[in-house]
């Protein structure tokens, strides 16, 4: 069912996936000369499938791995990163749930497994500890099989209960207003209730940060936990719950505010290094803590459009213009890639994909927000932000139908997009998105293929969108005490028990395989595939499989066939071009291979280019 036809799915409603066309524009060449709105048009359906391909047990990139859990990425090597983690899994999932709110039904049966597979993690003992006191719930990462990971590692790291309880709650509100709250008693709440347990009883502990190189606090860590006890006493209150843990709500806001340092957000501190603290995690904290039901810019919790985030947005944007060759020249109020932090040499310590789409996705947010509150607000605290804009504005607030709004906005646009533009300079004409691209020409580098970079584009144009993702709470949780003190509360931990794999199926042992191609071919040509299995002809061109052109377009040059093999057939295959004079030509590059997998799915696509 996962990858079943997920094409299909942009037809439906207003949703998030509806925003790109039924038939999607692949730019097979100079991707960078289309339109931005063409770009984005193109990569989306790409992205979802990218994530899609990472997740198991059907991901075409995730031949091994257990029902429900997602691959960071298929790199196994330098750096390894075929493992799964629970903040990236958890970022990921929130994206497909708020997918699949708004419209792409498809991807309900991928989220239960997501679901399910959590549930045994949680239980699983591992080198952080285990359930009994919670500590386990503090692991980083585990194999793919879902067993425990056991090397040393930057162990623990406590964003990923809250991010976990994040997205399961998100999943939940949904399951309660369409009837099925007794699922959420069941099989959700207990899940969550571990997480959030985990939260009240360790925030105030340290905890590497979520590059997994920093012991101490981060901020990313505690904007998010902040956000899931908040939602989790409103989930709480929903069923008939109490949730002791979600008292400590006002002591974490408490601390969230002492990372703010006078001009920006400290990413970290308590900390074990000595670095700048200008740190992407701080723009990420703000975009995954974004409630579009907030009333007002609330400097509180940082939200997109406050006073505190803008100036932040400035200084760490501004940081990273001189430290890659990249951005060299770019004016300020231009977009440019975004990295971790500026010391970073991790991997070559390039900017990062889901780095430079968070810089957008928070002025995306905070357009939103604006535009809902009918004004913008230049303080003393976010001038500097706005004058990038604006070099003359005064301080004050605008109103919608003011000229200052009007221009401040409109440059504020074309600044998100530009970081955009960027994304679409140094995507590869494949659409795929690595980790990095390089500091000196934009050259994809690091873990190719990274599920969160696909989960950053998908929010990044949701946001672009103006398709929001449901409130947390916000309004009713940003109090806090007038003194700031260390606390805890100690948690109670249950085996989740709802552990079986959902929905019950009967494995296929034949499944319909739809190879789809882009190819730009001239008229009189034809497209065949071929492979080392008698189905494709045995690498003999004569028996070669002829694909169809009739969904053809200039936009999309889609070839395609249909072919049912047996699940378990390993094979390798290659597309082949056959001329108007009868020659077949094999498409470049190294053979493709797939196995054949016998999930529930009864038809899976692949989407494939041409290799010149
Ligand atoms: C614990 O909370 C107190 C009060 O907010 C804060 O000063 C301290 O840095 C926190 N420590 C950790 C490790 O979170
Ligand atoms: C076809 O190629 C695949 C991938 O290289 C290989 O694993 C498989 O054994 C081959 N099958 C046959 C029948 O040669």
């Not at 070559?348 to 009918?374: F, H, R, S, V």
């Not at 969108?465 to 948690?491: F, H, K, L, Q, R």
Request: glycine share 8%; net charge negative; charged share 15%.
């Amino acid at each position: 069912m996962v990858l079943l036809s997920f094409l299909t799915q942009f037809a439906v409603g207003t949703n998030l996936l509806a925003q790109v066309p039924l038939v999607n524009s692949f730019a097979l060449h100079g991707r960078a000369a289309a339109t931005l709105d063409d770009f984005i048009a193109s990569e989306s359906p790409i992205a979802l499938q990218g994530i899609l391909n990472n997740i198991g047990s059907a991901g075409s990139n995730a031949v091994g791995v257990a029902l429900g859990l997602v691959v960071a990425s298929p790199t196994k090597e330098n750096p390894d990163y075929f493992d799964t983690w629970t903040r990236d899994s958890a970022l990921t999932f929130k994206a497909l749930v708020d997918a699949f709110i708004a419209g792409n039904t498809n991807l309900r049966s991928l989220i239960d497994d997501y679901v399910y597979a959590q549930a045994q993690l949680q239980a699983l003992p591992n080198p952080s500890g285990d359930l009994s006191d919670g500590q386990g719930l503090g692991e980083p990462k585990f194999e793919v099989d879902g067993s425990a990971f056991t090397a040393p590692w930057g162990r623990p790291q406590r964003d990923g209960p809250a991010l976990r309880a994040t997205a399961i709650i998100a999943y939940s509100r949904w399951l309660i207003s369409n009837g099925q709250t007794s699922f959420v008693t069941a099989v959700t709440w207990p899940i969550i209730a571990n997480d959030l347990s985990f939260i009240g009883q360790y925030w105030n502990w340290t905890t590497y940060d979520l590059w997994e190189e920093t012991l101490g606090s981060s901020f990313f860590t505690t904007a998010v936990q902040h956000r899931a006890l908040v939602e989790g006493n409103a989930l709480a209150g929903q069923i008939g719950k109490v949730c002791v843990a979600c008292g400590q709500a006002p002591q974490v806001l408490c601390f969230l505010g002492s990372y703010w340092d006078g001009n920006h957000i400290a990413g970290n501190q308590n900390e074990d290094n000595q670095r700048s603290r200008k740190d992407l995690n701080t723009i990420l904290g703000i975009i995954h803590t974004f409630d579009p039901s907030a009333a007002h810019c609330d400097d509180t919790t940082f939200q997109p459009c406050s006073d505190n985030a803008l100036a932040n947005h400035k200084v760490v944007s501004d940081s990273f213009r001189t430290v890659y060759s990249i951005n060299a020249g770019i004016p300020k109020g231009s977009g440019v890639g975004i990295g971790r932090y500026l010391e970073d040499t991790y991997q070559g310590g390039n900017p990062w994909y889901l780095g430079t789409m968070a810089a957008a996705e928070q002025l995306y947010d905070a357009l939103y927000q604006w535009n809902k509150i009918g004004s913008l607000e230049v303080s003393p605290t976010s001038l500097a932000f706005f004058q990038d804009f604006s070099p003359t504005v005064a301080t004050g607030t605008y109103s919608i139908d003011t000229t200052t709004y009007t221009t401040l906005t409109s440059a504020i646009k074309a600044y998100a997009d530009s970081y955009m533009a960027l994304i679409q300079k140094y995507t590869p004409a494949d659409g795929s998105l690595a980790e990095q691209f390089s500091r000196n020409d934009g050259t994809p580098l690091s873990a190719k293929d990274l599920t969160w970079s696909y989960a950053a584009f998908l929010t990044a144009v949701a946001a672009r969108d103006g398709v929001v993702p449901a409130s947390w709470n916000e309004p009713s949780g940003n109090t806090p005490p007038s003194v700031c003190a260390g606390s805890t509360a100690t948690g109670t931990y249950v085996a989740p028990t709802a552990t079986a794999p959902l929905p019950p199926c009967t494995a296929q042992t034949t499944v319909a395989i739809t190879f789809n191609v882009a190819d730009t071919t001239t008229s009189g040509e034809n497209v065949f595939i071929s492979g080392n299995i008698t189905a494709l002809g045995n690498w003999n061109t004569a028996n070669a499989v002829a694909l169809s052109a009739v969904d053809y377009q200039a936009e999309y040059p889609r070839w395609f066939v249909t072919i049912k093999l047996a699940a378990g057939t390993t094979f390798a295959y290659k597309y082949v071009n056959e001329g108007v004079d009868g020659s077949f030509t094999y498409e470049g590059g190294a053979n493709r291979e797939y196995v054949v997998q016998g999930t529930c799915a009864t038809e899976v696509q692949i989407h494939d280019r041409f290799q010149t």
